[in-house]
Each structure stands twice: as C-alpha cells, then as structure tokens.
C-alpha cells in the first residue's frame, strides 16, 4: 500500500480501510508502509486520531510502530509525548519500545531521559548492545566520558559485545583532553581489542591516530605502513610480538586438543581407544617429524589425476628438503586399486613415515596430535580448515590458541605450475594482534571495502611511536 | 511546456536579483522574497488541508482521558512483586508488540521459560509454546466443526429411521484391539526381536527426549497393528529416566500393559553379539536385504543438531556389526539428513519382513527428502558415469598416466 501524502480524514481513512484486501490488518500495514517511505508525521497522526475515534483506544503495537517513524525522524516532542502515553497506560513497556525510545531520546537534548529509560530497561532483560551504543555515545558528546566509561564497563561486564562505533566515539569525542586517567581507560580499550582480535576499520583507525596526535604534550606520532615479513616494522624499526605461542601456551592447548578434540564425549566417535594408544606409541617411539602431510587430503589436490599420484608429488616435494615426513591416511589407501597403486605406495614408504587409521575413523585428530606431539617446529600440510575441530573445544579462549597455532603451523598447498607442484605460504612470524612497548603502538586495520575471510589476517598497520 | 515554464521563471529569478541589487533595494527584496515564500507556504497548507482543520493530536487525548480509572484500578491492584509475575508482565507486553507468544502460559512453563540461557533461547521457546497453542485452537476448531455435521448427520438418519440389518454387533474397536493384542501376544513367543537402545538420555535435550517417546509411541502402536509384529525389546530402560517420565504421560496405566520387553539390560546381555546389528546412518556398511535371523537394533535418539557417530560410537565401542539402510542405492536423494525417525524405520522395517521390497519399504522415507525411485541400477550407473569421466579426461590425460608410470619406472 502507498501512503497518502496528506494527512486524511476519519471519513477518508474509512474509505481506504474497505477498499484494502484484509481490513482487519489495514493500520498495521499502513503504519509499516509509512515507515517504509518515511511518510509525514502528521499523516500517521492522522491515521492514530481515526483509529482512537474508531475503537476508543489505540494497540500497543501501534503505539510502537508511531514511535519508530517518530524516532526515524527525530521528533523528540513526539516521543515524549509517547512515552507518557505509554507509561500511564501499560504498567511496563517491553524491550522494543524501551529501544527505540533510547534511540530517538539520546539524538536530543533529552538524553538525560535515555539513561533513566535504560535504567528501567535493565530490570526486565539485559539492554542490547544498540542500546548502549546510544547511550554511551551520547555522553561522550556531552563530553561526559566518566559516565560513558562507566556504562562501557557495565557493558563488559553483562558480556555484552560493544560495537566499534561504541570504541570509536571513545577515540573521537576524547581528543585532545588530558587526564590520566581517561587516557588509561582509552588503553583499556586497545587492550581490549588485542584480547578478542578485533581489527579496527579504516576510519576507526584515524579515529585513534588523530587521538594519539592530539594528547597534549605526547609527541606522538602515527604512520601507516606494511610489516615486512621478517616482523620488523619499517617505519620505527621496532621488532613485533613473536606469534609462536609460549611453552605454557603450547602444552595447555596440546593438553585440550587431545581432551576435546580426540576424545571428546566419547572415544569412539572418532577412533578407537586401542587405535589411539597404537597410534601414540607409534609416534612417541620415533623421533619427532618435521611435517605431518594429511594423505588423503593431499591426494585430492588435483582430482584428474591418480590419487595416490598426487601424494606422491607431494611426498617427493616434501622429502627434497630432508625433512622427516609422517603421512597419516587410512587403510583402505593400502588395498590396490585404480586409485592407489601398490608400488607407488611401497616407493613412497620408504621417503616417508605412514600410518594408517581404521576407514571410519577421523584421520584429522592424528593429524593435531602428531603435530603438537613432534614440538614447536613441525608443520602440516591440508588444504582443510579444521573448523569442525576447533568448534570441539570447549573454551574460546582455546580456541584462539588452536587459530593462532594454525596460522602458524598451516602450510597451504597450492600448484603453480604443473611442475612445481608446492610452494610454501609463508607463515607470520609475527602475531597479528593490537601491541605495544609503552612509547609504541602498532595497531594492525582493515580497510572498510576489503573483505577480510575469518581466516585471514590483515597486513596493513598503524605505526603510532613517540618522537 | 514545464521546462519552458521553468526556462522562464529561472530566467525572471535571475534577471530580478541584479536588477535589485543595482537599485540597492536589498531589504525590499528580502520583504519581497519572505512575503512570497510565506504565501507558498499558506497555499501548501490550503491544499493540506482538505475542508475543517485536522485535530492531529485528538487520538492523545484520547488515549488520555481512558486512562484516569484504569490508573486507579492499576493502584488499588496489591503489587505482586514475584518474579513469576514480572515475567508473566512482559510476556504480555511482548504479545502486544505483535511477538510469537502465547495466550495463556502455565507455572510450569514461565519457569522453564526464566531458566533459558539466553534471549534466543526464551524466544524459541516461546514460539514453540505459541505455535504448540494455535495447532490446540486449530484443532479443537475442527473437531467441533466434526461434531456438528455428525449431529446433522445423526438428524438426518433419524429421520429416514432406518434400522440396520447385520450379522456383527458393532464392536469393531474392542474386537479389533483384541486381535491385535492377540498377535502381539504371539510375537512375544515366536516373533523376531526389535531392540530399541534407550541409553542416549544424556545426549539429549528434554524435548528431545519427549519426541522421542513420542516416535516411540507411535512405531509401538503401528508395530501393533501390522500383521506380523516385531517382539519390540526397550533395552537400557532405567526406571525413573525421563523416558519413563515420558512414557508414562502417554500411556498412563496402560504402560504395564504393554506387549513389549523393558529391561535395564544390555542388548549384548539378552542376545548373542554375533546376531545383533546396528542401524545408523552413519554406519560404512549398506543393508543389502532384510536378515529374519538377525536382531536389528534402532538408537532411541533425536538429535536435532545432528550429532554425528553418536550411534556408530556406541557400535562400535560394544564390537557389533552396524548398517544403514541403501538409501543412496534406491532414492535420488535430494534435501535432509539421512537419519529417520523412530516411526518410519518401524514402518520401513515392517514392510520389508513382510515383503522384502526394498521400493516399497522406502515409500515410508518422506517424501520432501528425495526426488525419486533410482530407476536404472546403480552399477550401471557408475558405469555410465565412469564413461563420461574418460570421455572427459580425453586422450591427452592418458598420456599423461602412461608418461608417469614410465618415468616412475625409469626411477
């Protein structure tokens, strides 16, 4: 339905009302349409006086759709005005209109108000983060940072996940003022994006450099720049955080991976528990490898080809360098058939280490074992992400191990040529996370177009160093 | 004629202010151009305005005048302070916001409803609970619509007064109850045993649990019903479980009743492990035909998130031969996961010790699940395709492979 332009008269309404499709619903859709098309105001106060004429009362979710176009477009007399209607006449409002109220209040001079309403809100439920957004957003306009720092902790603390329009009105509405401890609070803030991996945005980013720019008396100063591979940053020279996760770091995830990962709920789910001791002793009874290769991925890398051709490749590449292999696959590679051939599969076990899994067991879990079990230096190669194993362990905080130590430890496979078969994407040898020495920041961003896989990190940087 | 219109005024527009400026008449016109607007203004206002002016703001006076006894009823009203009460509060403030709620709302469940974890977890719930009244309303609807027609129907007949001449007394249900009884009874003697595995309470939600023994109820009775019925066996039945909760909120008294087999024991306890197989969808293994010397045994388990190898791990873990029905071999398969509920392996089951039909056995899996029948076998339809994947290498790929195996050789 098209909203009329001009506000109508009851008799007209009346007449729109019999002319709709299903009357019984002609206000709700009307009142949706018009905040579809951002429609006058006062043609849905036009439609509100009709209704109240007609029934003597208006619904609820009537009142709620009027203050969603109210708050649309800004008309703070109008929400108040609302609000009243609402509060002496329901005994509590639910959390869609507590929303949109804090939502049209804080754009005013009225915010105040907003605060009480989310006062109000948090009895019933925990605010959303929009909500906070609002709030806090509008106090650190009204340059009132200790109250918006006590709501964004508040926020933190109900485990709610500020938005980064949230941490960027921080930067923003606090450049340029002194003060000890808001400067601490604003470091809180980057820390905070270090612990969770939080990359900031394009404009975010200058939001913090204009912010580190203008503390009075800092002398800092901000460049963008690239990270050169070796972890050096070329602008202060200073050396980033070495990724390789700490020996504690190590043993903790090694520990959960064989806890959640292998055994999970039940041994049996993806192997056995005599499969799994003969596995380990294999691997404890021989020295630690150098690459772990997941065999039956790798023989998919190029499906025109011969299976066991294609780990035969990779097996051959891989040796070359000397490096102790351990190809894990599953016994049914060991059957001939047109796809694995035996001689092929005797050449390759004289090069390599192999062990083979029951058919219905997951090879991938010997694979994280084998790995984390050979120490800091092994890598493996799978063109697979793993995710269903990472989603296995139970804590996120674990998880961000397993993500850092594959980042690391994952050697991606692509062909180049037909002859070239692997190349080696080199790995970081920094980590990737928000850092600093105290006169330096670096602070890594994405730019706002560029789409960013979970998987991947960014690779641009803002140098921030005190001259 | 509007652009030249527009050509027009643009051109006056343009050729007054430099006309006014040389006289140095800015103040006239700034009268002259507010004297103007202001008349748009009130032209636009006319036209707003259809015949009597508009009182917008009438529907808050009265959304206002309502209110005063309300307010004073609302006062004189004791507080209630409870918890249970403030939910129940926004439950119906949520109804009124157009939201998935439902009307009336037991203790029971605004409980249950508190306890959720999460807000998405409370709006699930809640929409289970109001999808579960409307299918109630719909249903009470149409049976009293049912029982209306039959009291027509019933007027009608006593009308003709007709009296019916039969050898049978009407007692079809009762009879019928009787001989299915009777069958059911023998099947516990002679038949060949169905295992349900009732070990997977902790691998599931509550209601899970309930569909299950809802699923359950169901192959029971069409188990019943079939002409030669399984001797259905509960194994790892724990009284006291929430299945037997359940259970007994089915069947009531009639649960003691039952010509079927609980027992806590292990099906590995009661039969020899050499004749037991395990049905799961993830087993490596495909049923071939239907075994009447074996003693097939199905999970009692929903999973709703698809938990993988829950089944197959159990198999595994006792060293039972484990299989899965040929879905792929019989069915285009198109949508869904490829576990079925308890009812229609029951029915599937059946059906293929009756007949040993593989097409008409699998006519139970839904129908959204799969396009259709696979009609040629399927090893000629590998063959095809293994064609086709030739054709496609062409020539040159051969070449390749003999290439390599000579290098291999040389090597």
Not at chain 1, 266 to 282: C, G, L, V, Y
Not at chain 1, 408 to 414: A, E, G, P, Q, T
Not at chain 2, 301 to 328: F, Q, Y
Request: aromatic residues 10%; positive net charge.
């Amino acid at each position: 339905v098209q909203p009329p332009e001009k506000p109508l008269q009851s008799e007209e309404w009346n007449k729109l009302r019999e002319d709709f499709q299903s009357p019984e619903i002609f206000e709700e859709v009307m009142l949706n349409s018009m905040i579809r098309c951002n429609s006058p105001i006062d043609v849905a106060k036009s439609l509100l006086t009709y209704l109240a004429k007609r029934n003597g009362d208006i619904a609820y979710n009537m009142l709620v759709k009027y203050l969603a176009l109210c708050v649309q477009q800004g008309q703070v007399s109008e929400i108040c005005d609302v609000y009243d209607i609402m509060k002496v006449r329901f005994k509590i409002l639910e959390s869609g209109a507590y929303t949109l109220l804090i939502k049209g209040l804080t754009n005013s001079d009225q915010w105040r108000m907003a605060l009480t309403l989310l006062e109000e809100l948090k009895k019933i439920t925990i605010p959303s983060r929009t909500c906070y957004e609002s709030c806090i957003k509008a106090a650190s306009r009204h340059q009132e940072m200790k109250l918006a720092f006590e709501l964004y902790n508040e926020m933190l603390a109900k485990d709610v996940v500020p938005t980064l329009g949230v941490l960027q009105s921080f930067f923003d509405f606090s450049r340029g003022r002194k003060g000890a401890e808001l400067q601490k609070e604003i470091f809180g803030i980057l820390l905070y994006l270090r612990e969770n991996q939080v990359y900031p945005h394009k404009t975010f980013m200058r939001s913090i450099k204009l912010w580190f720019e203008s503390i009075p008396g800092g002398n800092w100063r901000g460049r963008l720049t690239k990270i050169k591979d070796s972890g050096q940053c070329p602008v202060c020279n200073h050396q980033l955080e070495d990724s390789n996760l700490t020996e504690e770091e190590y043993s903790n995830l090694s520990e959960r991976i064989i806890k959640d990962v292998i055994h999970g709920t039940d041994t049996f789910r993806k192997t056995s528990p005599q499969e799994f001791e003969a596995f380990q002793t294999f691997v404890e009874n021989r020295p630690p490898f150098d690459i772990v290769i997941d065999g039956l991925n790798v023989s998919h890398i190029k499906p025109r080809k011969m299976q066991c051709e294609n780990l035969f490749d990779a097996v051959n590449c891989l040796a070359k360098e000397n490096a102790r292999l351990l190809v894990l696959g599953r016994k049914h590679m060991l059957v001939n058939s047109s796809n694995w051939k035996r001689e092929i599969m005797k050449e390759m076990q004289n090069k390599a280490d192999f062990f083979f899994a029951e058919n219905i067991s997951e090879d991938d879990a010997f694979l994280l074992y084998a790995t984390l079990r050979s120490g800091k230096h092994c890598k493996f190669v799978t063109r697979d992400f793993l995710r269903d194993h990472k989603a296995c362990l139970s804590d996120s905080l674990t998880r961000h191990l397993f993500r850092k130590w594959q980042l690391i430890y994952h050697i991606n496979s692509k062909k180049i040529y037909f002859f070239s078969i692997f190349f080696q994407q080199p790995a970081f040898h920094y980590d990737c996370v928000v850092q600093t020495t105290g006169d330096t920041w670096h602070i890594p961003y994405k730019d706002v177009f560029e789409e960013k896989y979970s998987y991947q990190v960014p690779r641009k940087w803002l140098c921030i160093h005190q001259k | 004629m509007q652009s030249a219109n527009m050509l027009l005024r643009k051109i006056v527009r343009s050729s007054v202010i430099p006309f006014a400026a040389q006289h140095g008449m800015k103040k006239d016109l700034f009268l002259l151009s507010r004297t103007l607007s202001l008349s748009l203004y009130l032209k636009q206002d006319k036209s707003c305005e259809p015949s009597e002016k508009l009182d917008l703001d009438a529907w808050k006076k009265v959304m206002k005048s309502g209110l005063h006894e309300e307010v004073s009823e609302t006062v004189l009203e004791p507080k209630e302070l409870s918890s249970l009460a403030a939910a129940r509060d926004t439950l119906e403030m949520w109804r009124l916001a157009g939201k998935l709620v439902p009307e009336n709302i037991s203790e029971e469940q605004l409980k249950t409803f508190m306890e959720c974890p999460s807000k998405s977890a409370k709006k699930k719930y809640l929409k289970y609970l109001y999808l579960k009244e409307l299918y109630k309303k719909n249903d009470k609807r149409r049976m009293e619509e049912r029982r209306e027609r039959r009291l027509e129907a019933q007027d009608q007949a006593s009308n003709t007064d007709e009296t019916k001449k039969s050898s049978f007394m009407c007692l079809w249900s009762r009879t019928m109850d009787k001989a299915y009884n009777w069958r059911a009874a023998q099947s516990m003697i002679f038949g060949q045993p169905l295992v349900f595995d009732m070990s997977y309470e902790k691998d599931m939600s509550v209601r899970e649990v309930a569909n299950t023994v809802r699923q359950l109820v169901l192959s029971e009775s069409c188990n019943r019903r079939s002409v030669d019925p399984f001797h259905i066996h509960f194994c790892n039945f724990k009284d006291d479980s929430l299945y037997h909760r359940e259970f007994i909120k089915y069947y009531r008294e009639a649960w003691g009743k039952l010509l079927i087999t609980v027992t806590d024991q292990c099906y590995t306890e009661i039969f020899p492990k050499d004749k037991l197989i395990y049905l799961t969808a993830d087993s490596p293994k495909v049923m071939k035909t239907f075994d009447h010397d074996k003693i097939y045994i199905v999970g009692s388990m929903v999973d709703k998130s698809i938990k993988t190898g829950v089944s197959l791990a159990r198999a595994k873990r006792l060293g039972l031969e484990t299989a899965a029905l040929p879905l792929e071999k019989y069915l285009l398969w198109s949508t869904g996961a490829k576990n079925l509920t308890l009812d229609q392996m029951m029915h599937i089951l059946l059906t293929l010790k009756d007949t040993a039909d593989w097409r008409k056995a699998l006519e139970f899996v839904p129908k959204r699940k799969y396009c259709g029948f696979v009609n040629t076998p399927v090893k000629e339809l590998k063959k095809t395709l293994d064609l086709i994947n030739t054709l496609k290498r062409g020539k040159r790929q051969e070449e390749e492979e003999k290439q390599f195996t000579k290098n291999y050789h040389k090597k």
